[in-house]
């Protein structure tokens, strides 16, 4: 049985997505990063990387989010789109991965009680980066459904997994602003596997409290020189 290594935050949930599109059986292995699990010797033997999620697949390990959901799609035949736009996916997958992500990412992190002091040139770098790759999402919707041609793709639940936090982002009703992102967003919510997802780990006792502990474990470069 697959093994899903996972932690309610937004790169694990594109996979809770995937998994339930397919329909696959699996084990929820919680991941606790608040309380540094991701850091262990064991943990790290599955994703030297250290963070979340990871896959084990009968013998084949998989980390990274998004190498997961190409993994997958490619191993069942799904959500890949059709041949010809393979390119077009393999882009907006990659730009999410690379800029979508991680802006939206980072501009949170430093909203965050561990980086609520100084920094005003890192915030205005983070909080316009994060905007504008709304923005590029927002004009490239103009007139689709879907993110790559005329089907659902891994690159829709990869969006998904971060517009979900929009309003971490941009605020309470910043995506008003990104009306386009909106109504694509709108869409895949309507989607039964998207409730599925979203159910993944509710019963899990995953700590909640952020305390130093936490911080340590989440924002180690802040502790490096005491250490």
């Given amino acids: 049985m697959i ?24 084990e929820v292995v919680p991941l606790d990063t608040f309380k540094g699990e991701q850091h ?8 030297p990387n250290g963070k979340a999620p990871a896959l084990e697949d009968h013998g084949t390990r998989v980390f990274d989010s998004n190498a997961i ?4 799609a490619e191993k069942h035949s799904a959500f890949l789109g059709a041949p010809d736009e393979r390119a077009e996916m393999l882009s907006w997958l990659f730009w ?9 990412g980072q501009w949170v992190h430093f909203q965050t009680a561990g980086a609520n002091e100084g920094g005003d040139y890192a915030k205005r770098r983070y909080k316009y980066e994060a905007e504008r790759h709304y923005g590029v999402l927002d004009r490239h919707l103009v007139g689709r459904d879907f993110v790559v041609g005329n089907s659902y793709t891994i690159a829709d639940m990869a969006a998904w997994g971060w517009v979900d936090r929009h309003a971490r982002v941009l605020g309470p009703d910043g995506i008003d602003a990104f009306p386009e992102v909106k109504r694509w967003y709108s869409g895949v919510n309507a989607r039964p596997a998207v409730e599925r997802a979203r159910a993944i780990g509710t019963d899990l006792r995953l700590k909640t409290t952020f305390d130093e502990e936490t911080a340590r474990a989440l924002f180690p470069s802040n502790f490096a020189a005491a250490s």
């Fill in 69 to 72: 959901l190409l993994y997958l």
């Fill in 40 to 47: 262990s010797q064991d943990y790290l033997a599955v994703n």
């Fill in 96 to 104: 999410i991965a690379s800029g979508l992500g991680p802006f939206s």
């Fill in 3 to 26: 093994k899903f290594y996972f932690h309610h935050t937004p790169n694990p949930m594109k996979v809770a997505l995937l998994l339930e599109e397919l329909g696959l059986s699996y």
